[in-house]
């Protein structure tokens, strides 16, 4: 034992006193900490803590106008499914509406009103209260509108549809403006035009994609984007494996899309000139006598030019493959073509659809099933009738240059963003005296706002939705609050509810709850007596917790007949692009990405999904054809300026083999510069560079034709994809050949080469 | 020659002393706290009101699911909205000083902030519905709430009862059960398991079985999900 003195005997009493402690203070700081329970102080009537409550809704995210479920629990959203009751999707729901509570939940909403003082897109936004934005937007609406110059007022508003869109027209009315545009930049304006060229009708038929037999795709990417992709894809499936038979798809594109690589044949036509392709086949049909109409013979005089030899040499497709093309349409019962996206994007576009819809009539494809069924009325407004086309768009910004518009009133329309650089519109729109966005995101087009008054994101709010591709009878949706506002927003027809009351134009309705149920109410006035519910209250119960309201209404029967003047009209022209071929070799195609027109490039699901074809995240490429590459020394990663007479854009390239040699992809949605941290900065956008080419009978920008050229930087970057390399690296592992070599050394080639 | 480093070392004996005492006195002082802290009678929290169970589910026989009223719907139990305990002492007992503090926060409009006393581990998922609609009483886990003034994790001594609710609400001991819970008092996982290996479910109740051998929910993932 040692001795322990006086000072060692304080040491040890320290060190115990402290060890003991270290020891409580240790067991306190591992300890599950203590939790709270906290009750509700008036517990709401519909929901039990810890069990999921679902909301039928609509998804907002396009304007397919999907059927949704929101699981929610203790008031907040967590997921995401198609409702199964809904006749559009079924119960399926795409990436981008499942991303959905990413616009909910988003760090970059807009939480309150703001004023930016400081200058546009200075993006120096202070607070204001709803009381002072609202007063400083009225009292600029109400003098224009005591004036008489209610016309200096514009609306720019993302393409709405049902009850919402007669509200904004009321209040368009009330104001004394006509200026109430709804933009989209993939509303498929060529498709009404040429729709109601053909058929005589604005609206758009339904594509029974379910029933047919054999698809002829021209462009459209029914899969990805066009139209209805959820609704398409469900069509797709039940023809390939829902009944005894097995639906043939053909594809026809120069790069090759999610539905090019589902399609049992792809034809890579030369861009632009899928109409003449399709009057190929329409020249074909007639002239082999399967057609038997009493107009045939003035069928045969519009398509005399369009010989095979003809077509096949300005196509780029085989005459036999014509040929044989041709026959399967005819043939096979039923039958259906499509067209849209690149196709339709030409300078040529409407001239191309009216070529497809020729071709479905001489078929016999239209008011068949597994044809072209016309839709009823849908029974709700659509946006069509007010949706604003690149030339409507530059009449506004020349407007605007002329100082003919006071104030402008942004919806979640960001037109700043999808229209080429070239047409000047960003510059016009800084001409406005005093713009005004109702957004929920500061995008490119609100960071030029003076006054920001947020609008709920469409899971906080009202509305309804009739899809207006539709599903062959009438169908509509509500869509209904799941959560209550996260933020101090309010929902966009309130806001424009609030100012009609502020301008002395008070709208019959106090909120947007009120207006779309005085909406419904005339819908459940007008329904069959026979199954008819005793009350509007209990129709509208069941419309909610359905989530879906329809209407047996065929107009299967109806065939529609072009008279002469209309055959007289058939005729499809070479395309046009702009830039000169020595100089620009290359034809551009923008496509629609998972990030639609760049609007879901604020969700980080979204950027971290891999694209369908390419499984590129997180950024932009240019695809290209690996003989193109070679040519040109480039190789995978190489950082390339792409230049069109309008400007130039950079990003890596991608070697991909589906595409032909003298044409360039990009995909659309990247290259955001002020759309919140996720998009911003991140990718280049290609539409900025478009030229302003526009197809005449729609008004329209054709974005598929601009030429391009590539100049190498030298930079070269890793692009970020999950598929690896597409190649064995030289361990031969499946050897392949060319279908030349299989030919010149014949029967001496294995294709693969199986060790023994 | 013998070299030792004991000379060496002898200085150093008392620093080694003071790290041994100091040690041991860590050990001694997580105990300590272990047993303070984990003694019912002295762990049971502070409540924002001095709530007492054995007014309500004791004295007045109110039935635990009456404010608790998720436990047969929902994983959790759910506690009572400041307006249910209105709806009783709007007429109830309104001059008692506890009342006041009640009325006081449903007149703020505030939540009371009870503190939670059985909390299992964010990796347990444990849920109310199943339990109770077997007809589980809520005892055989909580212990004789109707009993404590103030609420604590029961302690419990070796092969308590299995404790069943009878179609009427009445708790009884389980007729086929005499083996309940478990020699570990605490809220870990042999007091679900032993109860598990020992109880079958029949037409949507629990019962006691004597073979030991059925796995009812033995799965790791049936808790651990």
């Known amino acids: 034992m040692p001795n322990i003195d006086r000072r060692d005997f304080i040491k040890l009493v320290g060190a115990g006193g402290v060890g003991v402690g270290a020891g409580v203070v240790l067991r306190e700081s591992i300890k599950h900490p203590r939790e709270h329970l906290i009750p509700h102080v008036l517990a709401p009537e519909d929901y039990s803590s810890g069990v999921a409550t679902w909301y039928n809704s609509v998804c907002s995210m396009c304007s397919a106008g999907c059927g949704i479920s929101v699981r929610t629990r203790e008031g907040r959203a967590k997921k995401i499914e198609g409702n199964p009751s809904h006749a559009v999707n079924q119960g399926g729901l795409c990436a981008v509406g499942q991303a959905g509570l990413q616009v909910l939940y988003n760090p970059d909403r807009v939480t309150g009103p703001l004023l930016q003082a400081a200058g546009r897109g200075s993006n120096d936004f ?132 999610p539905s090019g690589a589902a399609a049992d044949e792809w034809i890579p036509a030369r861009p632009g000139t899928e109409g003449i392709l399709a009057l190929g086949l329409a020249h074909h049909i007639v002239a082999s006598g399967h057609y038997e109409g009493d107009d045939v013979d003035a069928w045969q005089e519009v398509l005399s030019a369009y010989t095979l030899a003809r077509v096949a040499q300005e196509t780029d497709v085989s005459e036999s493959t014509l040929r044989q093309l041709a026959e399967s349409f005819a043939n096979t019962r039923p039958s259906l073509a499509i ?131 539709g599903v062959g009878f009438s169908i509509g949706a509500v869509s209904q609050p799941v959560v209550a ?105 923008p496509y629609l990405s998972t990030m639609h027109d760049g609007r879901a490039a604020n969700l980080p699901w979204i950027q971290e999904l891999p694209d369908a074809m390419t499984s590129v995240v997180y950024g932009s490429w240019v695809e290209m ?43 659309i949605g990247q290259g955001h510069t002020n759309y919140g941290r996720y998009a911003s900065n991140r990718g280049t956008n290609p539409l900025e560079i478009l030229s302003p080419v526009v197809d005449e009978n729609s008004g329209n920008v054709a974005s598929n034709a601009t030429r391009v050229k590539i100049v190498a930087t030298g930079k070269h970057v890793e692009i970020v994809k999950t598929s690896g390399k597409s190649r064995d690296l030289g361990r031969d592992i499946v050897q392949t050949t060319g279908g030349d070599d299989h030919t010149a050394q014949t029967n001496s080639i294995p294709i693969t080469v199986i060790p023994t | 020659m013998n070299v030792s480093i004991q000379p060496a070392l002898k200085s150093l004996r008392t620093a080694a002393l003071i790290a041994l005492v100091a040690v041991v006195g860590v050990f001694m002082g997580y105990f300590i706290d272990f047993l303070i802290t984990d003694n019912p009678e002295v762990s049971a929290p502070e409540q924002p009101i001095a709530f007492s169970h054995k007014i309500h589910a004791g004295d007045n026989e109110i039935p635990c699911q009456y404010c608790h009223t998720e436990a047969r719907r929902s994983p959790s139990a759910g506690v009572p909205s400041v307006n249910k305990c ?86 009884t001991n389980s007729e086929t059960s005499e083996v309940g819970a478990t020699q570990n008092d605490h809220w870990e996982m042999g007091l679900c398991l032993n109860c598990h290996k020992q109880h079958d479910v029949v037409d949507g109740k629990a019962v006691r079985v004597d073979d030991g051998g059925f796995d009812n929910g033995l799965d790791c993932w049936t808790c651990h999900k």
């Not at chain 1, 009850?163 to 993939?186: N, V």
């Not at chain 1, 576009?349 to 069924?373: H, P, S």
């Not at chain 1, 193109?628 to 390339?640: C, F, I, P, R």
């Not at chain 2, 449903?106 to 444990?126: A, C, G, R």
């Open chain 2, 86 to 171: 209105m709806g009783c002492h709007n007429e109830v007992a309104t001059d008692s000083p506890l009342i006041r503090q009640v009325s006081e926060y449903w007149e703020n409009k505030e939540p009371i902030p009870w503190v939670k006393v059985h909390d299992l581990p964010d990796f347990v998922h444990f849920t109310h519905k199943r339990h109770v609609q077997a007809g589980i009483a809520c005892q055989t886990c909580h212990g004789p709430v109707e009993t404590m003034d103030k609420i604590a994790v029961h302690s419990r001594d070796n092969d308590g009862p299995t404790l069943m609710a009878s179609t009427t609400g009445e708790i």
């Open chain 1, 126 to 257: 202070t607070q204001i209260t709803w009381d002072d934005g609202l007063t400083r937007v009225a009292s600029r609406l109400d003098v224009l509108r005591a004036a008489g110059r209610g016309n200096r007022v514009a609306v720019l508003t993302r393409g709405t549809s049902g009850h919402l869109a007669e509200l904004l027209e009321a209040f368009g009315q009330g104001l004394g403006t006509d200026r109430l545009l709804h933009y989209d930049y993939d509303h498929p304006h060529a498709l009404h035009v040429a729709n109601q060229r053909f058929f005589g009708e604005q609206q758009l038929p339904y594509y029974d994609l379910a029933n047919t037999r054999h698809l002829l795709s021209f462009g459209a990417d029914y899969l990805a984007g066009w139209l209805s992709p959820v609704h398409h894809s469900l069509g797709f499936a039940q023809s390939r494996h829902g009944g005894d038979h097995r639906g043939h798809f053909v594809q026809i594109e120069p790069r090759m899309s």
């Open chain 1, 485 to 589: 506002p996260l933020y101090d927003t309010k929902a966009t027809g309130d806001i424009v509810l609030d100012l009609a009351r502020r301008v002395g134009k008070p709208m019959p309705w106090n909120s947007t709850e009120e207006c779309i149920k005085d909406g419904w109410n005339k819908i459940y006035q007008e329904s069959d007596s026979n199954t008819k519910t005793e009350s509007f209250e209990s129709f509208w119960t069941a419309l909610l917790k359905a989530g879906v309201w329809g209407k047996k209404n065929h107009r299967m029967t109806e065939t529609s007949r072009p008279n002469a003047n209309t055959i007289a009209s058939i005729g499809v022209d070479a395309p046009t692009f702009s830039g000169d071929a020595e100089v620009y070799p290359f034809v551009l195609q």
């Open chain 1, 339 to 469: 067209g849209g996206d690149g196709a339709a994007n030409n300078s040529n576009g409407v001239d191309t659809l009216v070529a497809i819809n020729a071709l479905n009539y001489l078929a016999g494809n239209v008011g068949e099933m597994g044809g072209v069924i016309f839709n009823p009325d849908p029974g709700g407004a659509t946006s069509h009738s007010r949706q604003a086309n690149y030339q409507t768009l530059a009449q506004l910004a020349e407007s605007a240059r002329s100082g003919e518009i006071d104030v402008l009133i942004l919806n979640d329309a960001n037109p700043v963003f999808t229209m080429p650089v070239a047409s000047g519109f960003k510059a016009a729109l800084e001409q406005i005296p005093f713009i005004v966005s109702l957004s929920s995101f500061i995008d490119e087009t609100s960071a030029l706002a003076d006054v920001v008054l947020p609008s709920h994101t469409y899971l906080e709010s009202w509305g309804d939705a009739f899809p207006e591709q």
């Open chain 1, 625 to 667: 054809n690996p003989k193109t590459a070679k040519d040109l020394g480039l190789t995978e990663g190489d950082l390339v300026d792409v230049e069109s007479p309008e400007g130039a854009v950079r990003a890596p390239i991608l070697v991909y083999p589906a595409i032909r040699p003298d044409v360039i992809a990009m995909p």
